[in-house]
T-cell receptor
């Protein structure tokens, strides 16, 4: 049973515009959420995270929004750049199951068109 | 310097063989992990080690065994390889009690 879902396998955006990647989860015990970026033939790279006590966290061009009531989070990238083209994974963790047990979504492939 | 490294990057082998994948981290982290990414790109945790103790063991066949000679290394041994073991295996590490995990580049295992 997949507890973290990314329903859009791919997304194409023009350079300079906003990219919005979405993630839904089912386990209400999740209290920490992360986004990872992955290039081909490389491992996932940590991008940004958010604790459940917040509803927004911003780091440069990247902002993560958390809506706990909807069990939904999103990653906004603005402005999008061609170098942002990669697969983005959403991940979640629950303290009760152990801080180190991350559940991943299946990823969204972002293509930023120059 | 690579923070989390894995060897080999590619591994092609026959069914029934025994193989190992090595992982090393130079971040001084206390916890290391192995993940499997299957053909559907689903990344799922297999094992984690904290201070030489196994703290997570998901529903993984006992043909897979992690070995940690020290806290900077967590190697993955696989016995009697099967076709379904073909996947990309990622090693990761984190500081104890930290949620952020740092991943290695992956090892693509192909079982023929």
């Amino acid at each position: 049973d997949q507890q973290v879902k990314q329903n859009s396998p791919s997304l194409s955006v023009q350079e300079g515009r906003i990219s919005i990647l979405n993630c839904d989860y089912t386990n209400s015990m999740f209290d920490y959420f992360l986004w990872y970026k992955k290039y081909p033939a490389e491992g996932p790279t940590f991008l940004i995270s958010i604790s459940s006590i917040k509803d927004k966290n911003e780091d440069g061009r990247f902002t993560v929004f958390l809506n706990k009531s909807a069990k939904h989070l999103s990653l906004h990238i603005v402005p999008s750049q061609p170098g942002d083209s990669a697969v983005y994974f959403c991940a979640a963790s629950a303290r009760e199951t152990g801080a180190n047990n991350l559940f991943f979504g299946t990823g969204t492939r972002l293509t930023v068109i120059p | 310097d690579t923070a989390v490294s894995q060897t080999p990057k590619y591994l092609v082998t026959q069914m029934g063989n025994d193989k190992s994948i090595k992982c090393e981290q130079n971040l001084g982290h206390d916890t290391m992990y192995w993940y499997k990414q299957d053909s559907k790109k689903f990344l799922k945790i297999m094992f984690s080690y904290n201070n030489k103790e196994l703290i997570i063991n998901e529903t993984v066949p006992n043909r897979f065994s992690p070995k940690s000679p020290d806290k900077a290394h967590l190697n993955l041994h696989i016995n009697s390889l099967e076709l379904g073991d073909s996947a990309v295996y990622f090693c990761a590490s984190s500081q104890d009690q930290s949620y952020t995990q740092y991943f290695g580049p992956g090892t693509r295992l192909t079982v023929l």
